[in-house]
């Protein structure tokens, strides 16, 4: 593979991904080009808000370009705010042009997902949705409403990809929209998934926590056996099938590695989790673990300075966001009503993809604690797929983001329709880790 200078392992995991040359160098400023935006009801009372970016390659046109639906975790994180303007959008969160904007090679679709996620909305409390499968059905009516509206992508390559909670949610979204692909009921190229540290097997993340931290110094013996214990617990509850139960074990386990680590940060070992700010009272929590687990795993995604800019500079830009709806406004009742979804793993359904000889892409950032690396092999293992013995025995090869280091940015594996990315001094977020020299 023939490697970019200065380029980001992950830009040219997304160059490999989307089969494009990486012969040139795609650091190009960007250059204000078209965009559009709207919502769509997807059922009764629940509005989802979706916003496109047309690419801006100086050499090509988009047409000859991918497009890209990028997916964000929490439930409940905003892909339109924080995806776009904290990863990979054409503007930072200053609105300054972003030098490695994904613009360059692919043009962007960002949706607000599930429906109350950002700017999406529901106007009734039992609209949100509650499973996977919700999630899925609402994807397909926006898609479907998306492609009949603008057939100029009808025929280009479509990627989904995603980060955290965004990766469980894209495995199923994936699968529905090969069936729908093939059954004729959405017109589109569908070429691929990208599972960016995804929570596809909550409980085998939570069962490598403990020997993860351990290998590298973040818990002593006494910490590992309370980690591991609790880790059990999870198990157990999820064995059972008793979904809400291992969800607050799961808040359990993140408590006492916090405990035990003093504070590690679940995005990033070599750093230190801020201080949680108190929860505000308009949120109406009342489960307390859920208050816990909300506030370290959506509301980093919506900090103030974020928060500011989209209800405020961009909210005036939109022009179609209701009055009554601020953006991230009900993320905490997104978060609260998928309690049942949160620890129920999604394995068979990248089964089923692998089957259907869909394009399916791993990769996982080398410093992240939620959705490890270790959990990601660990349910890969599992898969069912016919070649994956095959997959398993090939060595996996090294990259290079500078042709003129000898430092390695990242390995991959490869076989037929699967691949595994593994990102080295990168976090959680990959796309904006900061790499560590």
């Known amino acids: 593979m023939e490697l970019v200078p200065r380029t980001s392992p992950v830009v040219l995991l997304l160059l490999s991904l989307l089969g494009l040359s990486t012969g040139a160098v795609i650091d190009w400023p960007a250059e204000e080009g078209k965009e559009v935006w709207d919502y769509v009801t997807v059922r009764k009372d629940a509005h989802m808000f979706w916003w496109l970016y047309y690419a801006t390659n100086p050499c090509k046109n988009f047409s000859e370009l991918p497009l ?28 300054k042009p972003r030098r490695t904007t994904w613009l360059q090679s692919a043009s962007l679709l960002f949706v607000d997902n599930p429906v109350g996620t950002g700017f999406s909305y529901v106007n009734k409390s039992g609209a949100y949705a509650k499973d996977l ?62 599972l960016g540290d995804s929570w596809i097997s909550p409980i085998n993340s939570v069962l490598s926590w403990g020997p993860y931290l351990y290998s590298v110094s973040l818990l002593d013996d006494q910490g590992l056996a309370e980690v591991s214990q609790v880790a059990e617990q999870v198990l157990d509850a999820v064995n059972k099938e008793h979904y809400v139960e291992a969800t607050q074990l799961w808040g359990k386990a993140e408590m006492l590695i916090e405990q035990n680590t003093d504070g590690v940060n679940f995005y990033n070992i070599l750093t230190k989790s801020a201080p949680m700010a108190a929860m505000e009272s308009s949120l109406e929590f009342t489960q307390s673990h859920l208050v816990h687990l909300y506030q370290r795993h959506v509301r980093h ?43 129920k793993p999604v394995i068979g359904i990248v089964d089923e993809l692998l089957e259907a000889g869909v394009n399916v892409t ?4 080398q410093l992240d604690l939620i959705v490890d690396t270790m959990g990601q092999e660990a349910w890969m293992r599992k898969l ?24 390695t940015s990242a390995f991959v594996k490869s076989y037929k329709n699967l691949a595994f990315y593994w990102i080295l001094r990168a976090g959680h977020m990959v796309t904006i880790s900061r790499f560590v020299r």
Not at 386 to 400: D, G, R, T, V
Request: charged content about 20%.
């Open 68 to 95: 890209v639906m990028w997916l964000q975790g929490g439930p409940g994180g905003s892909s339109t705010g924080f995806g776009n303007f904290e990863e990979i959008g054409p503007l930072d969160s200053d609105l």
């Open 133 to 194: 499968a919700m999630v899925v059905s609402d994807m397909m009516i926006l898609l479907k409403t998306f492609f009949d509206c603008h057939k100029e992508f009808q025929t280009i390559p479509f990627y989904i990809f995603s980060e955290s909670y965004g990766g469980k949610m894209a495995a199923g979204i994936g699968l529905e929209l090969y069936k729908a692909v093939q059954q004729g009921t959405i017109q589109c190229n569908f070429a691929g998934v990208a």
């Open 301 to 343: 995604l919506q900090q103030d300075t974020l928060s500011q800019l989209m209800n405020g500079p961009i909210r005036k830009k939109l022009k179609i966001i209701p009055e009554d709806c601020s953006w991230g406004g009900q993320s905490a009742s997104v978060f609260q009503n998928m309690e049942g979804d949160f620890m």
């Open 362 to 365: 791993v990769y996982n950032g």
């Open 384 to 407: 069912k797929w016919a070649e994956l013995p095959k997959f398993n025995q090939l060595k996996w090869k090294a990259l290079y983001s500078d042709p003129q280091s000898s430092e």
